[in-house]
């Protein structure tokens, strides 16, 4: 989850399967409500699960200010038609809205 959440505040859309997006996305939209609060304590929350100085600066100074009106659901998850896998996986984006 760690590493998905990190490419996704630092590239704010990636594409990863249906499955993981949706395990994916409580745990984004927790990081960005922490963001939202900007004190001390919640960017020591969200390095220790981003551990990753870079996308928590870019949280806490350019998503979380994008999002201070909205209430919930920052992420979208869009499915994608699967091309080219013949394991069966559904596969989709997920986005900040």
Known sequence: MRSLARSLVLHE??????????ELRPFVERLVTYSKRNTLASRRLAMA???D????SKLFDAIGPRYG???G????VVKR?????NDGRKLAYIAFV
């Open 69 to 71: 009106s909205r209430a």
């Open 53 to 56: 100085a870079e996308a928590v």
């Open 49 to 51: 699960r981003l551990q």
């Open 73 to 76: 659901g920052y992420t979208r």
């Open 13 to 22: 859309r990636i594409s990863t399967t249906e499955a993981k997006a949706k």
């Open 81 to 85: 038609a699967k091309r080219g896998t």
